[in-house]
């Protein structure tokens, strides 16, 4: 059976994926943001993933507002990097995986989440910029993505409580997947960081740092948070965080049927700023 | 009926939801039809005219013409789309967000390598700093 070996957390600044693609990973404003990624560099060529599970959120992108969904499962075999007004990001495409991530969306459907069903996305920054800060420059991604959006950007947006119980259920429903392959789960988008209207430029360090905090040791209590706080507190775009209590919710130790031991701390990460935002970034082993 | 709006008292934030979006709909397709190189073509050669090809409010147009992204976003922008504008016009994220805050592009980008905005004095709409 398939099951998942760990979840990786990281916002998904898209300067950082420009930096990236004009050379300017060296500079002094760009190298303390890239050398918070050495480690997962190395540490997934040890893990070779047969498949990540990438929890994102398109940004006006793929979905106008002719319609966006709330939560929407990439079952298609591959996927483009969009232009996004730039021009497409340099990156290999993306290549999917539709047999994984049917039966995942057949399970979690039957589990009571609405997922929306799409064969057919051009992926943005918030996809593209994690793949690029976990697996470095490369001329093609090494395992299939199966791209997970989630609606942040058109309020009301789930809540962390209903995130945290869809991570439960992707949970179960990648474990009753009947090939033994080595999943991760990710989750991105954040931290503090607020890119309108006079406030812009809101960073919350202490606020940020109790949400690792919390995302490591209190998750349920952390799934708890209401949208307002976040928006107080971290910044109106700073409710993707969100995003990654689905990703913690496929952990183990937050399994009620089969309770497994609390996660392994592999790496932990935070700078401000990339641009307008403040970067974190976590690694968490399955136990 | 009333709705559940908590986010009303944040300073200088304006929360786009579903009724924001109903608002700015025409808006935010016209920043959407950006991401076609063409369009970004014949919108630069003559901004009013493609302007007027949208059913948006005069208001609307006068504050994509003006860039004034405060002013859009009152009339229903959101930030995701109106960057469409920005990088039609070659302006990065941190330029379009500087730009709402009444500071010049350099105290912005200074503000944020001293560690961005305090949420200090910043929580409550009339807060003392």
């Known amino acids: ?287 | 009926m009333s709705l559940d709006k908590p986010y009303t008292d944040v300073p200088g934030t304006t929360i786009f939801d579903a009724d924001m979006s109903r608002m700015g709909y025409h808006l935010n397709q016209f920043c959407m039809s950006l991401m076609k190189a063409e369009n970004r073509a014949r919108f630069k050669a003559n901004e009013r005219a493609y302007l007027d090809e949208w059913p948006m409010s005069e208001e609307q147009k006068q504050a994509v013409l003006d860039r004034d992204l405060n002013r859009c976003i009152a009339l229903g922008g959101n930030i995701y789309f109106l960057a469409k504008i920005g990088a039609t016009d070659g302006k990065s994220f941190q330029q379009m967000a500087g730009s709402m805050t009444g500071m010049t592009e350099e105290q912005y980008r200074e503000m944020m390598i001293k560690g961005g905005r305090s949420p200090e004095g910043n929580r409550y709409t009339g807060e003392k700093k």
């Not at chain 1, 928006?231 to 049927?257: F, H, K, P, Q």
Request: proline share 7%.
């Open chain 1, 1 to 287: 059976m398939a099951k998942i070996s760990a979840s990786v957390f990281t916002s998904h600044v898209p300067a950082i994926g420009a930096a990236l693609d004009l050379g300017k990973q060296g500079e002094d404003y760009w190298k303390p943001v890239f050398a918070g990624y050495d480690f997962a560099k190395q540490w997934e060529k040890e893990q070779k993933p047969d498949v990540v599970f990438l929890v994102f959120n398109d940004h006006a992108t793929a979905f106008s507002l002719e319609m966006i969904p709330t939560f929407a499962i990439g079952t298609a075999a591959e996927y483009q990097p969009a232009d996004e007004g730039w021009g497409p990001r340099p990156v290999p495409k993306v290549i999917g995986h539709p047999r994984l991530a049917a039966h995942i969306a057949q399970s979690v459907i039957q589990d009571d989440f609405d997922l929306t069903i799409v064969n057919k996305m051009d992926v943005d920054h918030g996809l593209t910029v994690p793949l690029s800060l976990i697996f470095g420059q490369v001329d093609a991604w090494p395992c299939p993505v199966i791209p997970f959006a989630v609606n942040v950007v058109q309020y009301p947006v789930p809540s962390g409580r209903r995130c945290f119980m869809l991570g439960k259920a992707i949970r179960k429903a990648i474990e009753s997947y009947d090939e033994p392959l080595n999943v991760q789960i990710w989750g991105t988008g954040g931290m503090s960081h607020q890119l309108q209207g006079p406030r812009a430029g809101l960073i919350n360090r202490e606020w940020d740092n109790m949400f690792l905090d919390k995302l490591i040791n209190d998750p349920d209590g952390l799934s708890k948070v209401p949208h307002i706080d976040y928006v107080r507190e971290a910044g109106s775009e700073g409710i993707e965080l969100v995003m990654w209590l689905i990703a913690r919710g496929a952990m183990s130790d937050v399994n009620e049927t089969k309770k497994g031991n609390a996660p392994t701390v592999r790496h932990r990460f935070y700078h401000v700023p990339a641009s307008n935002t403040a970067v974190g970034h976590l690694i968490l082993e399955n136990n």
